[in-house]
């Protein structure tokens, strides 16, 4: 059973700054990629940002969030950040971490991740 923890959210001024950070356990993958998705209050969760595990490991971000956040992983803990610089109010939302077992390119989709964290609460005030 592959659990994944969120932690690091919390209430952060417009402009500020915020890393937050997931740690899955219980499994080991031979390529993973792990992701962010994010759901605003009476919104759809979406799609902000995932990296690959292998050497290199390629990222991908939601065209609104470029230049502002910034993925990364440790692989050997199987832990990603996601550090979150300019802060809106608009990127107020529930982050969830996801993990999909397999290397992929490009994945923003939600069915394409077998796992999921249980959410972090992130609000930018104005």
């Known amino acids: 059973q592959v659990q994944l923890v969120e932690s690091g959210g919390g209430l952060v001024q417009a402009g500020g700054s915020l890393r937050i950070s997931c740690a899955a356990s219980g499994r080991t993958f031979s390529s993973y990629t792990m992701g962010w998705f994010r759901q605003a209050p009476g919104e759809e969760r979406e799609f902000v940002a995932h990296?690959?595990?292998?050497?290199?490991?390629?990222?991908y971000y939601k065209d609104s969030v470029k230049g502002r956040f910034t993925i990364s992983r440790d692989t050997a803990k199987m832990t990603v950040y996601l550090q979150m610089n300019s802060l809106k109010p608009e990127d107020t939302a529930v982050y969830y971490c996801a993990l999909a077992a397999r290397g992929l390119r490009i994945a923003v989709r939600e069915s394409e991740y077998d796992y999921w964290g249980q959410g972090t609460q992130v609000t930018v005030s104005s």
């Open positions: 990296i690959a595990s292998w050497r290199g490991g390629n990222t």
